[in-house]
């Protein structure tokens, strides 16, 4: 279920790749970088359903289905996002993609998966990088506006493919097995990325500026009782679990 999961989400390159270019523009330097992104993104899609077809782990006109049903319905909002809010929005998509495609291919236990989803989540980790640059660059020339992109991105975050359906459900059952969950998401995503970008050490915001790092502050702090309260939860679960294992094991003495 995570490796179909990550491979909707990449099946959505059509609606990403038109956002990205309305955001960014699609003449110069940027028009190449979208597109050399747009190559890559399409090639972890193939490569990923080359996979599950190959090895028979998956129905393949059920994919079929859903790989339609995922794409009529497009990106969720038809506006592009400003340019700011943009680079500090894919910024934080691509880490957490990087992650996501990290831990299914552990969680997979299968050696050319968990070799293909390393190389896949190494280009994420490159397209992250590039991002989170351009968005520190922005910072120093545009402080307070760029400070209200990010507290716009990381309190709308949302994971790449929340358009599609039943991902509720399926991003539950990830975060119960470790793919992607609540406290992965502030201790590997959010705060190293704020921390890279100096967000709270910056002295160079006026009052529009202070009054967005404000409210991304009170954000964080839910983000991250909202990840202690995930882990108990689990914690608790995974006890019950060990309880009923160990009692059916002595039923069976």
């Keep these: 279920m995570a490796l179909m999961t990550t491979l909707l989400a990449e099946d959505d390159l059509p609606s990403c790749h038109r956002v990205i270019t309305e955001t960014f523009g699609g003449d110069g330097a940027w028009g190449r970088w979208v597109r050399c992104w747009t190559a890559e993104e399409n090639r972890h899609a193939m490569v990923i359903r080359d996979y599950l077809v190959v090895t028979r782990a998956v129905d393949p006109v059920a994919l079929e289905r859903a790989r339609m049903t995922r794409l009529t319905s497009g990106v969720a909002g038809s506006q592009a ?35 293909m989803l390393s190389r896949i989540a190494t280009d994420e980790n490159l397209h992250m990088i590039f991002y989170r640059n351009i968005s520190r660059a922005a910072l120093e020339l545009a402080p307070d506006a760029m400070m209200r992109a990010i507290t716009e991105a990381v ?24 793919i992607y969950d609540p406290a992965q998401h502030v201790e590997m995503v959010v705060r190293p990325v704020l921390r890279n970008w100096h967000v709270f050490d910056r002295a160079d915001l006026t009052g529009a500026g202070e009054r967005a790092r404000d409210e991304l502050a009170v954000h964080l702090a839910a983000l991250e009782k909202a990840a202690d309260r995930f882990r108990e939860r689990r914690e608790r679960a995974r006890a019950r679990e060990s309880a009923l294992a160990e009692a059916s094991a002595v039923v069976r003495r």
């Design 81 to 115: 996002p400003r340019l700011l809010r943009g680079l500090a929005c894919v910024t934080l998509q691509e880490l957490a993609t990087r992650i996501s495609h990290r831990n299914t291919g552990i969680a997979c236990g299968e050696p050319i998966a968990d070799r």
């Design 155 to 178: 309190t709308g975050f949302r994971v790449p493919g929340s358009g599609r359906p039943g991902l509720r459900r399926h991003a539950l059952l990830l975060a119960a097995h470790g």
